[in-house]
């Protein structure tokens, strides 16, 4: 069974939700799948897991949230080569630039997208929350 961590930022809910359909996915296809905070996750849980979902919303000027999520995923970094991840957030304004850099840092330190990230605009409804579980399942 392969282990999968989900770890997210969640100022509003939003992005927690996002993480909880990511992990419905992982869960629903077969997977043992670990939810975290990013307080609760570091570089050095990286190699516990076969696949890792970062969730983080926009902020600021279309940036990661910078005081927990930003810290933690430095920290992973360097850990993260070909390690099969996902990504997904919500934003309130803009059009998903941050998430464009994101995409674009992960593929610069070799980490294996195993999709676009996924993003919605403020709650997730639906359609948001079903590519939220395709995501999940594309972890495996």
């Known amino acids: 069974m392969r282990k999968i961590a989900v770890v997210y930022w969640s100022g509003t809910g939003n992005t ?23 307080g609760e996750f570091s570089g050095s849980m990286v190699a516990d897991f076969d696949a890792i979902a970062f969730g983080c919303p926009s902020m600021g000027v279309e940036q990661l949230e910078e005081s927990e999520f930003e810290p933690m ?47 919605c605009q403020e709650t997730p409804e639906d359609t948001a929350l079903a590519e939220c579980r395709d995501l999940g399942a594309a972890l495996l």
């Open 16 to 38: 927690e939700a996002m993480a909880n359909a990511v992990a419905e996915g992982a869960k629903d296809n077969g997977a043992d799948v670990t939810l975290f905070a990013a």
């Open 73 to 119: 995923f430095q920290d992973c970094e360097g850990k993260l080569k070909e390690k099969p991840i996902a990504l997904f957030g919500s934003y309130g304004w803009g059009d998903g630039e941050w998430m464009r850099a994101w995409e674009e840092t992960c593929r610069e330190i070799g980490a294996q997208l195993v999709g676009p990230g996924v993003i």
